[in-house]
């Protein structure tokens, strides 16, 4: 790899990403493949002034020898010692950075119920730490790093080495640490994101309409929405960017007020496999009906977790012309795809896409609308053919995308 690249790469993450400013607290959590960007992440914070940097790194057969050696009885536990030590950061101010790739097929062969169960237990246990991120106090920022086994299922036809290579170039891209000065970059992207947030704010849409191939979908948006794009700001002003990279403008849609089909335009993976071809039917903001051509049950799993899981808590507008679609691959990884396409997450809403919704309790969101789940599950439904139309309270209508791209 290109080291003086992977040094851009850590400054944006820790110039951009979380912002790290004198005496913040950081905590990097990461997988021992992505070493060698640690180290530098971890050197850039200590130049940008961290009073402390704490790494948590963990490793695919750790994982893995868990669900193949561990008991029964582990998979409904969780343990309350790693909530306590995550909660006591947090009251703490420690900033959070993750470094990651999707486990691809790691977890094929590991049985369903297991992990159904597991992830189940980390979810309801991880409850506790909401109301510190709904905060608004807390950066947060959550990058990629190219592992074999990813690059591998993105370019098959490489051998492993260049696809790694090729994966990288691609990251980078994306990333914008190609350019010459990628923080300078990333300050000008946040301008134009920021522009069409206000614009859409200023709009103050009651509901959407969809069309394109399979969807025909009329969602309203959360009373007292805020849609926000780009860089987050904390209450103490700091700003911070929480995906790198980041494409889109999001808000909440009203959880009870969703009706008609939404067909995803591209596959996404969950639990070790991939979920392929599928669509739901919504009534009343429920999903009442869903298919897919691989795979189902995992989305069932998902939607039964709770009430809220089969319900939207946000909805996202990306041009289909954005740099990362542009690359014309799959990427098969939400962080990456998510930023290629429109799309939609089933689950929670964030407090940050209700106005106020900082100093809210979830009941008072919920009110408002938002949703309320221990899931959020993207998916994709952006393309060439997508429109997209704003309506107002007074029902005049304006055209927000138009063949995938923004119409304003």
Not at 182 to 201: C, G, I, M, Q, T
Not at 272 to 300: C, D, Q, R, W, Y
Not at 303 to 315: A, F, K, Q, S
């Amino acid at each position: 790899m290109d080291r003086e690249k992977l040094r851009k790469y850590a400054e944006v993450i820790v110039k951009v990403g979380i912002n790290v400013k004198e005496k913040d607290g950081v905590f990097i959590s990461a997988n021992t493949e992505s070493l060698p960007l640690v180290r530098e992440v971890v050197r850039a914070c200590w130049k940008a002034g961290a009073k402390d940097v704490i790494t948590d790194i963990t490793d695919d057969d750790f994982i893995l020898a868990r669900y193949e050696e561990g008991h029964d009885y582990i998979f409904d536990y969780y343990p309350e010692i790693e909530i306590d030590y995550y909660e006591s950061m947090m009251k703490n101010n420690y900033h959070d950075i993750y470094i990651g790739a999707p486990s691809i097929d790691l977890l094929k062969n590991v049985n369903q119920d297991y992990q159904r169960r597991s992830q189940e237990a980390e979810m309801k246990a991880m409850v506790r730490l909401d109301k510190y991120m709904n905060s608004g106090k807390l950066k947060w920022v959550g990058v990629g790093y190219p592992t074999a086994k990813w690059a591998k299922s993105v370019f098959p036809n490489l051998s492993e080495e260049e696809a790694v290579e090729a994966l990288w170039e691609k990251i980078f891209d994306a990333t914008r640490v190609n350019e010459e000065d990628p923080v300078k970059s990333w300050r000008e992207h946040d301008a134009n994101l920021k522009f069409y947030e206000k614009w859409l704010n200023d709009q103050n849409f009651e509901y959407l309409k969809y069309d394109g191939p399979g969807t025909d979908l009329t969602v309203y948006l959360a009373d007292k929405h805020k849609w926000v794009g780009g860089s987050s700001e904390t209450p103490d002003g700091d700003r911070y960017m929480a995906n790198i990279p980041t494409e889109e403008i999001f808000t909440a849609p009203h959880a009870m007020k969703v009706d008609g089909t939404l067909k995803a335009t591209k596959p996404f993976s969950r639990m070790g496999k991939i979920i392929n071809n599928f669509s739901f039917v919504f009534k009343n903001g429920k999903v009442v009906e869903f298919k897919a051509e691989e795979n189902p049950e995992i989305l069932e799993t998902f939607m039964d977790m709770d009430e809220g899981g089969c319900r939207l808590g946000e909805v996202a507008i990306v041009p289909h012309s954005s740099p990362i679609s542009q690359t014309g691959i799959l990427f098969k990884s939400t962080l990456f795809d998510e930023n290629a396409s429109c799309h939609f997450a089933l689950g929670n809403s964030y407090a940050e896409t209700i106005i106020g919704g900082e100093n809210l309790s979830d009941e008072e969101r919920k009110n408002l609308g938002a949703n309320k789940s221990m899931i959020h599950i993207d998916f994709m439904v952006g393309g060439s053919e997508l429109s997209i139309i704003g309506y107002k309270k007074d029902g005049s209508a304006v055209q927000i995308i138009k063949n995938g791209e923004w119409a304003i």
